[in-house]
């Protein structure tokens, strides 16, 4: 194993909240961090910058449905944890070619596995009681909810789009190498992340980088759709609290507690972005809201119960919406370099997800 401190894998470690995590984690100085991405569209190398040269930090460009690879990287860093965050991730995109998020999700996380049990396998009785790895899900599994009532670790399964479908069945397959193999297993489902170096295809990101610059800031149908938002930062603390503390086989939801409509939010950014640049010709930027037609399958609701993380592993969110959406709108204005390099490619911030 290079290096002297253990290593810890990280895949998808230049996505949105692998790259939080990935930071989190060098700073800490405990372990090897090694960041595995496929650099998709999604995986941004810009969001590591700070800590890509780190001496406690390798980067490996893999896919996680390549199992030789994957096995190479079992072999040569003999992980402690494994932190498996690669998946397509928009709902928009698994409407328009599902079959990548069946690929990627389901295939990938299931050869993860197999590769993951190989190498336990190998392992001392000793080095195997100290292996883990946390497999990343959504709340999406669960499907819509009503106006009351939140998802719990135990709600019923009812994904209702391509990308839910493809995660539900990545988490099934976890709790089967779980109880059939006795591979040292945990699950987490969060709510909506949101936070700086997110993607622009997703809701905050891309209505902060069109009101800035007077786009329009198209919302779903009446914009009642209701998101349970959770900072990314508090997130991936719960993610190691869940990787250090939770018991193996066990799920922990993680939400921020901080329900809002899909119009509060964007009725939330133009304020702000309203007050941060005052000098914008097209303020107030609530003139560019437009309508639009609602995506197919549209899930109304989703909400969190966070009770069991709290209550076992002493988490609580730090951020209320209203700080982290502050502190997110100035990451963008202060970093508009990373912003023209992540939409330089084919995405331009049009609408996806339509049928036709």
Same mark, same amino acid.
């Given at each position: 194993m290079p290096g002297s401190k253990q290593a810890v894998l990280v895949t998808g470690g230049a996505g949105f909240i692998g790259n939080c995590l990935v930071r989190q984690l060098v700073a800490q100085g405990e372990y090897q961090v090694v960041t595995v991405d496929k650099l998709?569209?999604?995986?941004n190398l810009d969001s590591l910058a700070e800590v890509f040269d780190a001496p406690n930090h390798d980067f490996v460009e893999a896919d996680i449905c390549d199992s030789t690879a994957m096995q190479s990287l079992f072999e040569k860093y003999q992980p402690v944890q494994v932190y498996h965050l690669a998946a397509e991730s928009h709902v928009d995109r698994?409407?328009?070619g599902p079959g990548d998020f069946l690929q990627t999700n389901v295939v990938g996380t299931f050869v993860l596995l197999q590769q993951a049990l190989a190498y336990c396998?190998?392992?001392?009785?000793?080095?195997?009681?100290?292996?883990?790895?946390? *497999?990343?899900?959504?709340?999406?599994?669960?499907?819509?909810?009503?106006?009351?009532g939140l998802?719990?670790?135990? %709600?019923?399964?009812?994904?209702?789009?391509?990308?839910?479908?493809?995660?539900?069945?990545?988490? *099934?397959?976890?709790?089967?190498?779980?109880h059939t193999y006795d591979l040292p297993l945990l699950i987490t489902n969060c709510s909506n992340n949101y936070?700086?170096?997110?993607?622009?295809?997703?809701?905050?990101?891309?209505?902060?980088?069109?009101?800035?610059?007077?786009?329009?800031l198209p919302v779903y149908g009446d914009g009642s759709n209701v998101r349970d938002w959770l900072f990314v930062e508090d997130h991936c603390r719960a993610l190691q609290l869940v990787m250090q503390g939770g018991v193996l086989g066990e799920t922990y939801n993680i939400g921020g507690s901080c329900e809002r409509t899909n119009m509060e939010v964007v009725n939330a950014i133009c304020s702000t972005v309203d007050e941060f640049e005052p000098e914008l010709?097209?303020?107030?930027?609530?003139?560019?809201?437009? %309508?639009?037609?609602?995506?197919?399958? *549209?899930? *109304?609701?989703?909400?969190i119960d966070s009770s069991k993380i709290q209550q076992s592993l002493g988490w609580q969110p730090e951020f209320d919406f209203e700080a982290g959406l502050t502190k997110t709108?100035?990451?963008?204005?202060?970093?508009?370099?990373?912003?023209?390099?992540?939409?330089s490619g084919g995405y331009r911030r049009e609408r996806l997800g339509l049928l036709s």
């Open positions: 998709t569209y999604a995986g698994s409407i328009e396998n190998g392992l001392s009785s000793e080095r195997r009681e100290s292996f883990r790895m946390l *497999h990343i899900s959504t709340d999406e599994v669960f499907g819509s909810l009503g106006p009351e998802f719990t670790e135990d %709600s019923p399964y009812r994904p209702r789009s391509p990308y839910s479908a493809s995660k539900a069945a990545s988490d *099934h397959f976890v709790r089967a190498f779980f936070g700086p170096n997110q993607f622009p295809e997703k809701l905050i990101p891309l209505m902060i980088l069109n009101a800035l610059e007077g786009k329009p010709v097209h303020r107030p930027c609530t003139s560019l809201i437009t %309508s639009v037609s609602d995506r197919p399958g *549209h899930d *109304h609701r989703y909400a709108i100035q990451w963008y204005l202060d970093n508009p370099e990373w912003v023209a390099r992540v939409t």
